[in-house]
């Protein structure tokens, strides 16, 4: 990786310092209840917020920047169906990824990456897989993860969530 000295940044701001997202530096500032979510050393979060305060996008910042800083890291980010997964996976995660030049040219060029919808690989070899409920977990069932994120919880059945 592009050398940068990160190692007393917090999480939150390695995001804003390798981050960007339509065109402009990544910024929590005006969300700045997120910056807790990002520095957070519990093993479960759980987000429970209104519509439009940027979520989503804040949820795929802290993904992009755990697999670029923590090498070999599975990730799994799960919705309720597969075309608000792919809408996740191209309209907020490929952003970061394709539109941050340390993330891209640093993770994202190199024989070992990966770069489809429903499978990010960077060469330090942290992967995003990305999947949906639907109505059973057999799509998630069996996939390794480290870190699992649920987005849209509220439209997809507990039992396969449980079932996961």
């Not at 979060?45 to 800083?69: F, H, N, P, W």
């Amino acid at each position: 990786m592009q050398h940068l000295s990160l190692e007393h940044l917090a999480i939150s701001d390695i995001a804003e310092t390798i981050l960007e997202f339509e065109g402009k530096p990544y910024s929590l500032e005006q969300y700045p209840m997120f910056k807790a979510i990002f520095n957070s050393n519990y093993p479960e979060v759980v987000m429970r917020t209104g519509r439009q305060v940027s979520k989503t996008v804040s949820m795929a910042a802290l993904i992009v920047t755990e697999g670029s800083i923590t090498p070999h890291l599975p990730m799994i980010y799960t919705n309720a169906s597969g075309s608000q997964t792919t809408s996740f996976s191209t309209s907020k995660l490929d952003p970061f990824l394709l539109h941050s030049p340390i993330v891209y040219h640093n993770l994202l060029k190199g024989k070992n990456a990966i770069n489809n919808v429903f499978a990010k690989r960077f060469t330090n070899w942290s992967e995003i897989k990305l999947s949906y409920f639907s109505e059973t977990a057999d799509r998630v069932r069996g996939s390794t993860g480290f870190h699992m994120y649920f987005d849209e919880v509220q439209d997809v059945l507990m039992d396969a969530i449980i079932d996961a």
